[in-house]
C-alpha cells in the first residue's frame, strides 16, 4: 500500500507556473505507475497526466499537452507535475494518484487506480 501527499497548489495569474508535488510513503514506490487528475467544481474528475513506473513513458491529455509535464523520483519518492501556461480553465483540485504497475502502458481511467492522495488546489485568475 502506499499513502500519497499532494503539494505546490496555490493561486497564480493566467500565463503562469506552478509545480504540484506528490510525495509517497510506503514500500516500493518504483513499482507503482502514477497520476495527475483534476476536479473543477461541478465537473468529473478528470485524468491530466500519467507515467509508468520506471519513468520512461508519459501521457497527457490533449487539454495540458505541451504545457504540463510530468516526472518522477524514485529515490525522492516524488511525482511532479510542472504546470506552465496556466489558464482560467485549469483551475481545479489536483489529485495524485498510484497504481501497481502491471507492464501496461499508461492508464488514463480514473477507476484503475486505487490508491489517492487528499489533493490540492489550484486557481488560475485570468
Known amino acids: 500500500q502506499v499513502q500519497l501527499v499532494e503539494s505546490g497548489g496555490g493561486l497564480v495569474q493566467a500565463e503562469g507556473s506552478l509545480r504540484l508535488s506528490c510525495a509517497a510513503s510506503?514500500?516500493?514506490?518504483?513499482?507503482?505507475?502514477m497520476g495527475w487528475f483534476r476536479q473543477a467544481p461541478g465537473k468529473e474528475r478528470e485524468f491530466v497526466a500519467g507515467?509508468?513506473?520506471?519513468?520512461?513513458?508519459?501521457s497527457y491529455a490533449d487539454s495540458v499537452k505541451g504545457r504540463f509535464t510530468i516526472s518522477r523520483d524514485n529515490a525522492k519518492n516524488t511525482v511532479y507535475l510542472q504546470m506552465n501556461s496556466l489558464k482560467p480553465d485549469d483551475t481545479a483540485d489536483y489529485y495524485c494518484?498510484?497504481?501497481?504497475?502491471?507492464?501496461?502502458?499508461?492508464?488514463?481511467?480514473?477507476?484503475?487506480?486505487?490508491?489517492w492522495g487528499q489533493g490540492t488546489q489550484v486557481t488560475v485568475s485570468s
Open positions: 510506503g514500500r516500493a514506490f518504483s513499482s507503482y505507475d
Open positions: 507515467i509508468n513506473a520506471g519513468g520512461g513513458r508519459t
Open positions: 494518484a498510484a497504481r501497481m504497475s502491471v507492464g501496461i502502458p499508461v492508464v488514463t481511467t480514473r477507476t484503475m487506480y486505487p490508491y
